[in-house]
């Protein structure tokens, strides 16, 4: 998730275990450790972009990492805060909970995370909620300010973060179960055209809980749907992205495609000009939202070869989040349904 929503969230945690008696302390400290998983982006002033890829959502957003690193983080705290009403085990608790948090939070977004890292390197990913979503955020944020008005130790202070928190957790419950709906009804239209792909995965589209993008993976082709939930009937229409396999045939074991094979979990799409090859992830979907006829990837790379051919690198190609018209307003309109 974005960073604004990681320093709410840690910081509604940390007043939601510590704030009761260290009072502010609990709420600013579960705020900086909120950011600090994702500080392993700092890892990219030292790594290629093949290595910042693979480290991304890495050990940092490991449980098995943050099992061990909590109570060493804590015993630093307690040690700052020894005047505090606070045990050891105490700042334990709070450290552990707010940066499983962060990592159940990036969990539920498309990008993938390795969270059993380094067990497996596997990114996992719920796909249930946008990388930014103002209606998860701000029951925390609201939430939060109200409990920091009431007296520390007061159950005004408790009931009003705990509000925050529960609504926001509610939303998050909300997006899963939609998925769920939304997964049943895109596999419907896909059976109805007689489609019945190998894998299948959906994610909502920017911002919002109702319209939402469906992948699905047929051979070398990806076939993608939008589906609202209050559409009247599946989606009788695709659009069909050709992967283009046969482009990185003998490269699939190169440095930089193995990583991004890996890193896309087989939705991709490879294509040939001038410059050479360009990769697309599109589980980031387009800067459209799918909703007109030549938008361009979220998430692509230009793929680069050494002197023999080989690529061992690739380099991020920037996009905008819409190059035509009010992809917010386009978005609106669709979700009303069809």
């Known amino acids: 998730m974005d960073s604004i929503t990681q320093i709410a969230l840690g910081a509604a945690f940390g007043e939601a275990t510590v704030g009761q008696k260290a009072g502010k302390k609990g709420a600013i400290w579960g705020a900086v450790l909120g950011t600090l998983p994702d500080l ?51 700042w334990t608790l709070m450290v552990f909970v707010v940066l499983a948090s962060h990592i159940f939070i990036d969990l539920v977004t498309v990008y993938g995370t390795q969270i059993f890292w380094p067990f497996t390197d596997h990114p996992f990913g719920i796909d249930s909620i946008f990388i930014v979503d103002p209606l998860f955020t701000l029951p925390l944020v ?18 009003r973060n705990s509000l925050g928190i529960l609504i926001a957790t509610l939303y998050l419950t909300w997006g899963m ?10 596999k419907q239209g896909l059976a109805a055209e007689t489609h019945f792909p190998e894998k299948i995965i959906s994610s909502p589209t920017v ?15 990806i076939r993608v749907g939008l589906v609202s939930i209050f559409d009247n009937a599946p989606p009788r229409s695709f659009i069909d992205v050709p992967r283009n396999s046969h482009l990185l045939e003998g490269h699939e074991a190169d440095r930089a495609v193995e990583r991004l094979l890996w890193f896309s979990k087989g939705f991709y799409s490879v294509e040939a000009d001038s410059l050479g090859l360009r990769f697309t992830d599109y589980r980031f979907g387009r800067n459209d939202a799918w909703l007109h006829e030549d938008g ?7 793929l ?10 690739f380099q991020q190609i920037p996009t905008l989040l819409s190059s035509r018209g009010n992809v917010f307003a386009d978005v609106f309109d669709r979700a009303k349904g069809r």
């Open 207 to 221: 911002m919002n809980s109702v319209l939402w993008q469906g992948l699905a993976l047929d051979g070398d082709t």
């Open 142 to 159: 609201v939430g939060l300010l109200l409990a920091l008005r009431a007296e520390v130790g007061s159950k005004t202070r408790m009931w």
């Open 177 to 186: 179960g939609v998925k769920g709906y939304i997964h049943s009804v895109f």
């Open 296 to 302: 361009t990837p979220i998430f692509h790379w230009r």
């Open 40 to 90: 392993d982006v700092v890892a990219n002033l030292f790594l290629d972009p093949v290595s910042s890829l693979a480290v991304h959502r890495g050990a940092s957003h490991s449980y098995p990492v943050i099992l061990i690193a909590s109570p060493i983080i804590a015993w630093i705290l307690s040690r700052i805060h020894r005047s505090d009403r606070l045990a050891w085990r105490d």
């Open 304 to 313: 680069i070869p050494d002197s023999t051919g080989t690529y061992t690198t």
